[in-house]
């Protein structure tokens, strides 16, 4: 029975064939029967990732953008040659061993954000080297001077251990 099915197909010319996920596809108008990707399940292109003793080998794989595209785990995002319509798109999601050469498109690298607390301290600065920074003392708030134009009469001693500050 199923012989004379193939007889039957066999003698059927210009038939088109719709494909399906990796099976073959046609790139020559004048296949008998021409093989189209199928595209009622997923966004299906004709393309071309790997040879066979340097035949091009053209199946049907689902179009992506990068391998969050991509339906089947451990599948990956390759950018090949698409013949015919590539609905916008460049690359096929296909398993990494058919990608070849190997153009993977990978998708831009997600930067997790850290959280700081604010504690009120500069950023610049620790909060220990805060506390052992002595505040500055001494200088004449009044004058209109720029303070790189203070002289060391201008600056007190640091406090003795009573908190009193002594002028230099």
Do not use: F
Not at 99 to 123: E, L, R
Not at 139 to 161: F, I, K, M, Y
């Amino acid at each position: 029975m199923s012989v004379g099915v193939l007889l039957l197909l066999g003698s059927c010319s210009g038939a088109t064939l719709l494909s399906g996920e990796g099976v073959a596809c046609s790139t020559d108008s004048n296949d008998d029967p021409y093989r189209k990707c199928d595209r009622a399940e997923a966004d299906y292109v004709c393309i071309n990732s790997y040879k066979i003793q340097q035949t091009p080998v053209w199946v049907c794989r689902a179009a992506c953008t990068d391998v969050r595209d991509c339906r089947t785990q451990g599948d990956v995002c390759c950018e090949a040659p698409i013949h015919g319509n590539n609905l916008g798109k460049k690359a096929a999601c296909l398993p990494a061993t058919d990608c070849d050469p190997p153009s993977i498109i990978v998708p831009p690298p997600i930067v997790p954000v850290t959280m700081v607390p604010d504690t009120g301290v500069d950023a610049r600065m620790s909060i220990r080297d805060a506390a052992a920074t002595p505040p500055l003392t001494g200088l004449d708030s009044g004058s209109t001077d720029d303070a790189a134009e203070a002289s060391d009469s201008d600056v007190d001693a640091p406090p003795d251990a009573n908190g009193n500050v002594a002028p230099i």
